[in-house]
């Protein structure tokens, strides 16, 4: 494990919520008139110092968007479908449509260098923490497998080899207790 003895030192921790995000609101942009047409620039800003943090390059035609931004040196594309419903009390309200899922949204959050439905990343994330249980596992089974029944220190092992196999199997379930951890936070659980 790298880091100190704080909590969580270099651990491999993903407790990013979507509110950390870049996101981009269709109504805010309705409202900023950029859904008419034309080409405009969007910039996200500390709220406290009102310092630029990113921005991207919107253009509005009929019935859809290109947004076109920077991801590292890599210049990005996405091709973002707008449809509109009417609203109950009369008027239209205009929605994206994720370009992943086609699924009908009000926010699109960026992340991993793509604008994608909150749940279209949420899927990725997860299937991200599996991947990562599963190494665990296996990490953990092989580490097993050195020591006799219970973990215990076969004949002829050394005390320290055997407390730093057991050390490494605790960092194995670590890493799916975060992972779990993790989850939790992305699908918004708050406790039992
Ligand atoms: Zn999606």
Known sequence: MKGGSRPGAGRPTQHIKAEHCRQLDVRRLAKAQILAGGTWGWAWRNPDTGKELASIGI????????????????????HIDITTSACHLGGTRP???????????????????????????????????????????????????????????????????RDRLLG???????????ALAAYMDRIGFKGW
Not at 168 to 178: F, Y
Request: hydrophobic share 30%; glycine share 12%; proline share 5%.
């Open 59 to 78: 253009t509005a035609w009929p019935g859809a968007l290109v947004l076109e931004y920077m991801c590292g040196s890599d210049p990005m594309r996405d």
């Open 168 to 178: 490494a199997i605790w960092q194995c379930e670590e890493v799916r207790e975060d």
């Open 95 to 161: 929605w994206f449509h994720c370009p992943r899922c086609g699924g009908r949204v009000a926010l699109l959050y960026l992340r991993g260098g793509r604008f994608r439905c909150r749940k279209c990343h949420g899927l990725r994330y997860i299937s991200q923490g599996l991947d990562e249980c599963g190494r665990s596992w296996r990490k953990q089974s092989k580490l097993e497998a050195r020591l006799g029944p219970n973990w215990r220190r076969p004949k002829g092992m050394h005390r320290a080899t």
